[in-house]
T-cell receptor, first 115, second 114 residues
Framework: NAGVMQNPRHLVRRRGQEARLRCSPM?????VYWYRQLPEEGLKFMVY????????ESGMPKERFSAEFPKEGPSILRIQQVVRGDSAAYFC?????????????FGPGTRLTVT | SQQGEEDPQALSIQEGENATMNCSYK?????LQWYRQNSGRGLVHLIL?????REKHSGRLRVTLDTSKKSSSLLITASRAADTASYFC??????????????FGKGTLLTVNP
């Protein structure tokens, strides 16, 4: 049973370019969460999605960031016009339900570097 | 202090010794989870303890939860060099709020010397 898959593992973008990060949840999981980890920091919640629905995007920056989880295919976190401050590790997690009693399983992360 | 704050920030021990890490939080929770992160890697789920539980074991791991003090501890017994990693606690269920949104602390960096 494959775990949460994320790609790419490493992404380098120049300032002003777009970054697309992909996440495939564990088999049987329909709830996806995105977190961001800045250097020397813990993870910070960004957004919670179910298939075709954004449930909670309270942790997303108001501009340039968007997320989707289409009916088919992986969840995508999109960052437009990246800036140096977007450099971080972005982790995706999935769970069986949205209840906290079910563990969230994390992917290996995408490390974004903005030059 | 922020929700889910671990201490110490760094801990260095010898192989075979026990390691204890603590986590404090501010608001009521439903559950508390501990994760491990090896350098440059993703998070590995270690253990979940519910707010009505006081202690939980998993292999060499022992987690306690004291909701009156809003604190938890993670004990790793008979540590191994492979236990070297950062350890994070994550809380959920901020009072009246969602219970899926995990709040992480900055972690404890554990180094186990061979």
């Amino acid at each position: 049973n494959a775990g949460v898959m994320q790609n790419p593992r490493h992404l380098v973008r120049r300032r002003g370019q777009e970054a697309r990060l992909r996440c495939s949840p564990m088999k049987g999981h329909s709830h996806v969460y995105w977190y961001r980890q800045l250097p020397e920091e813990g993870l910070k919640f960004m957004v919670y999605l179910q298939k075709e629905n954004i449930i909670d995007e309270s942790g997303m920056p108001k501009e340039r960031f968007s997320a989707e989880f289409p009916k088919e295919g992986p969840s995508i976190l999109r960052i437009q016009q990246v800036v140096r401050g977007d450099s971080a590790a972005y982790f995706c997690a999935s769970s069986q339900t949205g209840e906290s009693s079910y563990e969230q399983y994390f992917g290996p992360g995408t490390r974004l570097t903005v030059t | 202090s922020q929700q889910g704050e671990e201490d110490p920030q760094a801990l260095s021990i010898q192989e075979g010794e026990n390691a204890t890490m603590n986590c404090s939080y501010k608001t009521s929770i439903n559950n508390l989870q501990w994760y491990r992160q090896n350098s440059g890697r993703g998070l590995v789920h270690l253990i979940l303890i519910r707010s009505n539980e006081r202690e939980k074991h998993s292999g060499r791991l022992r987690v306690t939860l004291d909701t009156s003090k809003k604190s938890s501890s993670l004990l790793i017994t008979a540590s191994r060099a492979a236990d070297t990693a950062s350890y994070f606690c994550a809380t959920d269920g901020e009072s009246g709020g969602s219970n899926y949104k995990l709040t992480f602390g900055k972690g404890t960096l554990l180094t186990v010397n061979p």
